[in-house]
């Protein structure tokens, strides 16, 4: 049994759309912060969330944009606004009943990645960041303050957001790995590629969120 119903996440003056998530008996609560010109009716987001439940995590997909700032390309890659939004929403989580005592984790996509290491370098009670294709570059002067395991995924295809990661990871001071999908590109659209990613996401989460 899950407690699932669609929420209104309220930040500041805007109030976003977002589906929560969260099985009995769940161990920590996952929130997905989505890359540019997605929602929290990403597929993929979507596919990689049903894994982590099944696996007895809770889950929290919502828009971190309104429809009037997604409508604007250069909104979409302000981290700045991403990462508040993100804050927002773990402290509505945390003055939530039934999701405050839970331990909490970050899944990010693309531009959602770098927002995800941000709002982990700026709270201390993040418990597992995954990363998937992310452009973990544009959280370059965060990464050291990183404290929360951190797990990259990346297609061996997708070579240049390959690079970067490398180079993020190495900046990283926390645990911290990188898995290559090889011959995956950036949406990991191949047979099989996006259950690799879920499934290594569902195992890096059940070990640092339990």
Known sequence: ???QHAVTVPI???RLDGELVVPDGASGLVVFAHGSGSSRLSPRNNYVADVLRARGLGTLLFDLLT?????????RFDIDLLTERLLGATRWLRGREGTADLRLGYFGSSTGA???LRAAAD???IGAVVSRGGRVDLASAALPSVGAPTLFVV????TEVLERNREALAALTCRKEL???EGAGHLFEGEGELEEVADLAAEWFAEHLS
């Open 1 to 3: 049994m899950s407690d």
């Open 12 to 14: 500041g003056d805007v």
């Open 67 to 75: 429809e009037a700032e997604d409508r604007t390309y250069e909104t």
């Open 114 to 116: 770098a927002a995800a």
């Open 123 to 125: 709270r201390d009670d």
């Open 155 to 158: 297609g061996g295809a997708d």
């Open 179 to 181: 898995a290559v999908i």
